[in-house]
């Protein structure tokens, strides 16, 4: 069956909010996107964990963030963003072959909200997951994880695609892992999900993209949760403090006993 083109958005144009991004996996080869969360009321990123071979990152409840991308390619991209299992442009269940972002060779854009028109998003804000966007629509299974998928652009002439395992296809050992980190960090708090915000302008507009391939040359994610449930599940170690040692001859007088 032949692939037809998609029409797809093009990342918006907010050059005062276009930051460098860092890599999304430490120690991994550089990806073609990288990913980051931008907490946008602290104006800082949030720092990547590796645990069990998995990337999270600390949220804030009530705060509003960003999900960051950076292009490092020299070719244009198609980014099919999943939050909480949804697609951030559609509101479908995210699959790998819905509509996304385009970025252009060496972009940078930071995608602030679920998209509403091509005007303006509902902010992306950390709230707990009876809250979350994906909750609220009847979805909660997959709250908690932010993921891209990343197409290069059919060249002219045709080149061998690169393929790499599409979104739903998250592995049983991913699953388990997921589910071990809500036991440890369950008596510690609500886990965090996306809300859907305050609507903000945020202009974008359609442009034309024909996939090398079906399948996405680079499946990233990221999981989120508050800081003490991350903790509590021993993905943030906590530095143990410095036991003094003895002293037989610390001074003083003898006291009376208490």
């Known amino acids: 069956m032949t692939f037809l083109p ?126 979350s966007y994906a909750a609220r629509t009847g979805r909660p299974a997959n709250v908690g994880v932010v993921g891209v998928a990343v197409f290069r652009e059919k060249p002219r002439p045709a080149s061998p695609p690169l393929a790499s395992a599409p979104l739903r296809e998250r592995s049983k050992a991913s699953a388990e892992a997921s589910a071990a980190l809500r036991d440890e960090a369950e008596s510690v708090g609500r886990s965090l999900g996306t809300g859907h915000g305050q609507r903000e302008w945020a202009p974008t507009r359609h442009t034309a993209f024909e996939r090398a391939s079906r399948r996405p040359a680079q499946v990233s994610e990221l999981h989120y949760d508050s800081r003490e449930r991350l903790i509590a599940a021993g993905v943030i170690p906590v530095p143990q403090p410095i036991a003094s040692a003895p002293r037989a001859f610390p001074g003083g007088f003898v006291p009376d006993p208490r």
């Open 6 to 131: 998609r029409t797809v958005l093009v990342a918006a144009a907010l050059a005062a909010a276009l930051l460098t991004a860092g890599s999304a996996h430490a120690g991994h080869r550089s990806p073609l996107v990288a990913l980051e969360l931008y907490d946008r009321d602290t104006g800082q990123p949030l720092p990547i964990h590796e645990h069990r071979g998995r990337s999270h990152v600390p949220g804030t409840p009530g705060h509003r963030y960003a999900v960051r991308l950076r292009n490092h390619s020299p070719e244009r991209v198609l980014v099919v963003l999943s939050v909480d299992g949804v697609n951030a442009v559609t509101g479908e269940d995210a699959d790998p072959q819905q509509s996304g972002y385009v970025l252009e060779p060496g972009q940078t854009a930071d995608i602030n909200g679920w998209r509403k028109s091509l005007s303006d998003v509902a902010q992306f804000v950390f709230t707990d997951l009876d809250h």
